[in-house]
């Protein structure tokens, strides 16, 4: 798993140890002392919480990052792009951020122009999840995801269960191929897309969605 994460993420510079600040789903022990923030030694991380941004602790969380100067920021959208929308007002840069990974939800374009104008850098998104079944991230190049066929069988079906034309919208149904102990085999998401054809700028022969 972490392979194909390093892999996605090298696309935008990224190398194992390099500073993150990361806005997730985790367990922050300490949140009732106003501690929403935790370190993670062997990712090199700062895991802040992305349940207690608030107008009132947003100074806080602002003072944390300047501290432990990111070079990349990944998490949720909407936690970014909230984070992002008070340092525009508020008139404040933190600069030497070389790119957002963003997870877990549908990127909307508002989101992605703030984060992109305030941080001064590109916001990459990837499709996945827990079930690890599929991975698809974007490239440096392009806001299609590619997706890695080594991780999974990646097929859109129409409603009959039959193989969509590329461009036609269909149902994800996936397979994966690393998971040995209970695999998911033609496992459906309910998750709607589409499989292009055309070649990405990027160069890699990975199937679009």
Known sequence: EWAYVTAAWNRAGYTPGDRMVT??????????KG???????VYNTLEMSP?????????AYVSMIKKVKPKFIHGYHS??????????????SIPGIKAVFTISESVYPDQRAIIERVFHTRVFSFYGMSEKVIMAPE???????????QYGITEILDKNGNPCRNGEMGELVVTDLDNYAFPFIRYK????????????PCGRKLPLL
């Open 189 to 200: 998401i309910d998750d709607l897309g589409t499989l292009s054809d055309r070649n990405c």
């Open 139 to 149: 490239c440096e190049k392009d806001t299609c995801y590619h997706a890695f066929p």
């Open 35 to 41: 501690v929403y923030w935790q370190n993670n030694p």
């Open 23 to 32: 806005f997730r789903g985790l367990e922050f022990k300490n949140s009732k």
């Open 51 to 59: 349940f207690h941004l608030s107008p009132e602790t947003l100074p």
């Open 79 to 92: 936690a970014i792009s909230f984070l992002a929308k008070y340092l525009e007002d508020a008139g404040i």
